[in-house]
């Protein structure tokens, strides 16, 4: 049989190539006469330069500041066709910052920001910009302070990174920044939250508390009146779907660089060339590490299910846990219910092998 596997990243444990071939050696171990074709996916967020470096490209690295401002290496992609790719978790993820010091007011996307400028000196004419599993809340301010914008409070000075401060913004200016104006900015994200939405939605599982959770909502709704009014000719992005994704990173560079949002499961999935390989295909397993209700909202597994049922092809799938209200497979073996030990590779081997198994079975 030909199967493509197609994985999401198992977050904080493997990568989505690393969940490839871990599902991919686990799948041979119980059935090694089938043909298997690796396919690593991504919705824009983590394991986003993984799904699109297989195509080739230049991976390079760049020095910028990280959430909390310290100065950190992170990774880019830059392909032959002059397409940059910005995993904006390399810069500001949620992943960098100690537990005990989680906390929006204090993160920053600025990194981001010097990300997309690196890539525009580079020469990239268009940059697809991932947006997840960040540690901000700061609706993008901070990328454009890595842009060069000028952002100025009440007497005059400039806005510090953070969200401390960003309801005192009253002005945005371009300051110093590049020229964007023949660069297409391209933002992949798996999330519909608007701006005004994004504190209560994303503050929480970013160490923000209930007293924080009031003052970000009212920080971003005043940074949306300024960089609505300066920055895109009053243009309501903030009403945009995705506009909160990221904290709320994509709303700043919606503004300041006429940046789009588009679903970022689907465009990887193109950009993979998914469908083109699903001739002849028998079955397609894909996986993420945690499976519940979110997963069947234009994730990497609602993606895989819809391209499944419109073909006719059975979706398994390997899995670290499953929550209540995941949504139905096929075939389904969960490698961690307990919560992933010390190798999860290895328990995602197995659970691929035992997935393999029901289907030799069946």
């Known amino acids: 049989m030909r199967i493509v596997i197609a994985p999401d990243s198992f977050g904080g444990t493997l990568r989505a190539t690393e969940a490839a071939a871990a599902i991919a050696t686990g799948w041979a171990r119980t059935r090694p006469e089938d043909e298997l074709i690796e396919l690593p996916l991504s919705d824009g967020g983590e394991g986003l330069l993984d799904a699109l470096a297989s195509g080739g490209g230049e991976l390079r690295r760049t020095e910028v500041a990280g959430p909390l401002g310290h100065p950190r290496d992170a990774s880019w992609l830059l392909q032959a066709d002059g ?21 929006p007011l204090r993160t920053t996307t600025y990194g981001v920001g010097q990300l997309i400028d690196a890539a525009r000196d580079a020469g990239a ?31 005059g000075s400039g806005l510090k990174v953070g969200s401390e401060d960003l309801g ?3 002005r945005a200016e371009r300051g110093w920044s590049a020229t964007f104006d023949e660069v297409e900015v391209v933002l992949l994200s798996d999330v519909t939250t608007t701006l005004v939405d994004a504190a209560p939605v994303f503050g929480p599982q970013k160490g923000a508390t209930s007293d924080e959770v009031a003052t970000l909502t009212s920080a971003l709704e005043s940074w949306a009146e300024v960089a609505e009014r300066d920055l895109a000719g009053g243009r309501r992005w903030r009403d945009v779907p995705g506009s909160g994704a990221a904290g709320g990173l994509g709303f700043g560079l919606a503004c300041a660089l006429g940046a789009r ?21 028998a079955a397609i397993v894909t996986g993420e590490g945690r499976l519940d209700a979110t997963s069947g909202s234009g994730k ?16 398994l799938a390997v899995v670290g846990q499953v929550a209540a209200g995941a949504p139905a497979l096929d075939g ?12 999860p590779r290895a328990e995602v081997e197995a659970a691929a092998a035992r997935l393999a198994g029901t289907v030799s079975a069946g």
């Open 83 to 103: 397409t940059a790719v910005i995993e904006s978790a390399e810069a500001c993820g949620l992943v960098h910052v100690p537990e005990e010091r989680r906390s």
């Open 125 to 155: 004419r268009r940059i697809l910009v991932g947006l997840g599993g960040s540690a901000t809340v700061d609706g993008g301010a901070g990328a454009l302070l890595g842009l060069g914008f000028r952002l100025s409070i009440e007497d």
């Open 168 to 170: 005192r913004v009253i």
């Open 261 to 281: 949002f588009v679903p970022g499961a689907r465009t990887v999935a193109d950009l993979v060339g998914l469908e083109p390989e699903l001739e002849g295909v």
């Open 300 to 315: 990497v597994i609602d993606l895989v299910r819809e391209v499944g049922a419109r073909r006719g092809i059975p979706i």
């Open 332 to 343: 389904l073996e969960a490698a961690a219910p307990d919560g992933p030990g010390d190798d």
